[in-house]
């Protein structure tokens, strides 16, 4: 099979942008797929369809889905995304899988029959297909909410003439999060009790979708080649690396890219000045309106904003450790986020004491996460682990120069600035240590306050940085075509 040839592929998530996001697997599941298209393959998207979706869209088919031993309604819409491409015209098509009892509710996750609703869908996903005679050459599968298509896949569906030659790739979006279960939640997907077992889906006295998708799909890959390292240590593996050294012939990293034409400071309409590399002085403008919507004093002064699920993963212990020093300095900053009570707590204290230099706004906010990013001089992302992060890419889009700890996807995106060869992109550290972020974000403010052409310069080049998808696109369609030999290899290897 040549490299060339268009692909049929069905990209499968449980959150896309614009429709559905609580992180990076969102933005990734929304702009990714278009470039599929736009190079001319036959990609289609499949979610769920949560309550607050509202877009238009037609009802397609209804049909029943086994799920312990009863039938559960599945219906499917669709939605069709116009693309325009230079001169070609494409309709990305989206389907959403619903079903009243598992997906009409406010959140996308976090709730009491969660191991349920996920197995719902993938095996919905896999009904679906010969349904609307859509056959595709890959399925491509995202985070442990898909982890059970590859199995179902490969032990169940398989035996129909139509799933024979569908490969699969399973992208981890962060290893952290992994869908462990109780052992009887294997009859959710129909799966005898052979399957509890290491080499399978067992993970320490569980059941696990996460490792459904390692240990069964074609090929593995994660969100930036470092990260595809660390995970297979124990320090990062979350008690996986065991298995992903095993299979790490078929493990890749391919870092993420972000949308060019959403993520556009010349053209964003949320912003109270458009900017661009020749124009980055107008950038404060931004700045002062994001002061004023935050009910901060207006002015020249550094602001360090922060866009972020607030977790101990993204590193905020370093930054509470050191947060009354940054106060003790003629700074502002800007937090958005929600997540852990204890960090949205600390950063609401930290505005009602810092009134004139900590806003805070608790909750997610896309528009605002815009304003902010183009708003803020400095970008914090100190992780303790990042898979790939966006947030400094959006950030570099948008001239606030990332500040970011060395590891995952951070530490393939960003080097650190070097004043005397004015080389790098922003102010990183590596050990995950309170006085390396102090450290580096001093760097930071030196440069900014001291240097201000060299800062200036620093942000025209951020903005300039291609972080778009058409080279990791391209790298994507490399795997699906060594996915699709080792689904060959596989096939043979069965029936020799
Ligand atoms: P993760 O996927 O771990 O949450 P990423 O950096 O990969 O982290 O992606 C986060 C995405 O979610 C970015 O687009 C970021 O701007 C956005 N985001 C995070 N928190 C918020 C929030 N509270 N409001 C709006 N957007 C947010």
Request: glycine letters at 6%; aromatic letters at 12%; proline letters at 4%.
């Amino acid at each position: 099979m040549t490299e060339n040839k268009k692909l049929k592929i069905l990209y499968v998530a449980s959150e896309v942008s614009p429709f559905a996001k609580t992180g990076g697997l969102a933005d990734v599941a929304g702009s990714l797929p278009r470039s599929f298209a736009q190079m001319g393959h036959d990609i289609r998207v499949v979610m769920p369809r949560y309550k607050f979706i509202s877009c238009r869209f037609d009802t397609i088919h209804d049909f029943p889905v086994m799920i312990s031993g009863r039938k559960e309604a599945a219906i499917i819409r669709e939605h069709r995304i116009e693309l325009d491409h230079e001169d070609c015209r494409r309709t990305l098509p989206v389907y959403f899988v619903d079903n009243y009892q598992y997906f009409d509710r406010n959140n996308l996750y976090c709730y009491f029959d969660e191991v349920e609703r996920f197995a719902f869908f993938c095996r919905a996903v896999l009904e679906m297909l010969p349904r609307i005679g859509f056959q595709p050459d890959i399925i491509h599968c995202n985070d442990w909410q898909t982890g059970p298509i590859p199995v179902l896949l490969k032990e169940q569906y398989s035996k129909n003439a139509f799933y024979r030659n569908t490969a699969t790739l399973f992208t981890v979006h962060n290893l952290y999060y992994q869908g462990n279960y109780p052992k009887d939640c294997l009859r959710l997907l129909g799966l005898s009790d052979k399957y509890y077992h290491p080499e399978r889906l067992e993970f320490f006295g569980d059941i696990s979708f996460l490792k459904a998708g390692l240990v069964y799909s074609d090929i593995i890959n994660t969100v930036s080649r470092t990260y595809a390292q660390e995970i297979q240590t124990p320090d990062y593996g979350e008690r996986m690396d065991g298995l992903l050294r095993k299979r790490s012939d078929d493990l890749y990293g391919i870092v993420n890219g972000i949308d060019y034409d959403e993520f556009d400071p010349a053209r964003d309409s949320l912003l109270a000045q458009n900017y661009d590399s020749n124009s980055v002085e107008l950038k404060r403008n931004n700045k002062y309106a994001l002061q004023k919507a935050m009910k901060l004093p207006e002015g020249d002064r550094p602001l360090l904003g922060l866009v972020s699920r607030l977790v101990d993963q993204k590193g905020l212990d370093l930054l509470v450790d050191i947060y009354d020093r940054l106060m003790a300095d003629d700074i502002q900053v800007v937090v958005l986020g929600s997540g852990d009570k204890y960090y949205e707590s600390f950063f609401k204290d930290m505005a009602l004491r810092h009134p004139d230099k900590t806003a805070v706004h608790i909750g997610f906010n896309a528009p605002l996460a815009q304003q902010l990013y183009a708003g803020a001089d400095m970008f914090l992302m100190p992780s303790r682990f990042e898979p790939c992060g966006l947030g400094q890419l959006i950030s570099l889009r948008y001239g606030a120069i990332p500040i970011v700890r060395a590891t995952g996807g951070l530490a393939d995106t960003i080097t650190d600035y070097d004043p005397g060869t004015h080389t790098g992109n922003g102010f990183i550290f590596k050990n995950y240590r309170s006085e390396e972020l102090l450290t580096a974000v001093q760097s930071a403010l030196d440069i900014y306050r001291g240097r201000p052409e060299l800062w200036k310069e620093l942000v025209r080049k951020a903005t300039t940085e291609d972080f778009s998808w058409s080279a990791s696109a391209l790298e994507y369609v490399k795997l699906y075509h060594i996915a699709l030999i080792k689904r060959l290899h596989y096939r043979r290897s069965i029936t020799a």
